[in-house]
Structures are given as C-alpha cells and as structure tokens.
C-alpha cells in the first residue's frame, strides 16, 4: 500500500500540471494538430443591448498605408473580421464577407479586416484574390485591434467576426469559420433595424 503512494502522487502532480497547460494557447494550437486557425462551427454568440460594454476603438495602418481609426466615422453596424493570408477557412469565408459588404454598403455598414500575421505584400495577394474591397488594417506589429477586444470579447481564434452596433459596442461574435451568409445577415440586419 505505502508504495502506491508515491504513484497515486505523483499521477495527481501530473494531472495539476496538465489541467495548467489547457488554458495555454500554444498547448491548445499543438493540440489541435498545430494550426493557427479555428475549426469551430461559426455558431454565433449575441450579446443584448442592455449587456454591452464599451465602445471599441483603435487606430491602425491598412494594407495601403492609409491610417483607420474604427471610431472616426461610427456606422450604424461595423464588421470586425480578424484573419490572415494562409488561414484555410479565412479563404473560405473571403467570398461571404465580400458580398455581405457589397448587399449592406448603401445602409452605411462598414466592415474592416484585422490581418494578424502578414505583411502588406501577403495581405494585398489575398486582397486580389479573393477581390475584397473593404479596408483592412495590418495588425501584426502593433496589436492594436487585439487590443482593443481583449477584456471585451476577445477573439481567440481566426477566424473571428465581430458585429459592433452604431455606438461601436459588440452585439455579436462569430468564432469560426463563416459556413454561409445567412447567420452574418441575420446578425447584421437585426443590429442594424436597433438604430432604426
């Protein structure tokens, strides 16, 4: 008995140090097979009015060395989508962005991409590609975008969408993934019939 002591020990040390890695984000990526990116399902979480917190606000450089501050000029509902070059689903879901940018601009909706890897020339090849239109601000040296959701709802993966009302507010995120327009429609109409 006294010697399955010190095996019963030592396997709950080990459970204690293990359970201190899942909240690692390296531990986390290196289980998931490496990637950087999320495969979660781009179910939505939908944040009501009377819930939210802050404004968001910060200050970057877009691909074309143009500076964007998100608070500048408020929409009545901003698009936050956070991605970079190599990233399988951010390919994926480059087409959906740029049409849902395209149906709501004549309602003032702005969307604004977040690159959190490249340099400009990677971002620019994807930005042709993929044909997108709206601005995204290279976020890679500064982490100013990041900032700025962290403590809010931070975005723990790419890709993610953030959905921000007319007083700059998160009313919804998206971890994942982008499936289709239809739930990014939905939280964009409904976000925008609040400032109706």
């Known amino acids: 008995m006294r010697a399955r002591i010190p095996v019963v020990v030592a396997l709950v040390v080990a459970a204690l ?36 917190t802050t404004p968001i606000d910060f200050t970057g450089t877009t691909v074309d060395g143009k500076t964007l501050t998100v608070s500048d000029d408020r929409a009545p509902v901003t698009v936050v989508n956070f991605w970079y070059a190599n990233c399988a689903p951010c390919r994926a879901e480059a087409p959906f962005l740029q049409g849902l940018y395209e149906k709501y601009q004549s309602d003032g909706v702005k969307f604004i991409g977040v690159n959190i890897f490249d340099q400009s020339p990677g971002a620019l090849s994807f930005e042709k590609t993929y044909k997108i239109t709206y601005p995204s601000v290279m976020d890679v040296d500064s982490g100013a975008a990041r900032i700025a959701f962290a403590g809010a709802v931070a975005p723990t993966a790419t890709p993610t969408t953030f959905v921000l009302d007319a007083k700059g507010r998160i009313a919804a995120r998206i971890v994942g993934q982008l499936e289709s327009q239809s739930i990014l429609n939905t939280l964009i109409s409904d976000t925008l019939a609040e400032s109706k």
């Open 17 to 52: 140090a293990l359970s201190g890695c899942s909240s690692d984000s390296l531990a986390k990526d290196y289980g998931n097979g490496g990637a950087n990116y999320t495969d979660d399902s781009g179910l939505p979480v939908q944040i009501p009015a009377a819930k939210r």
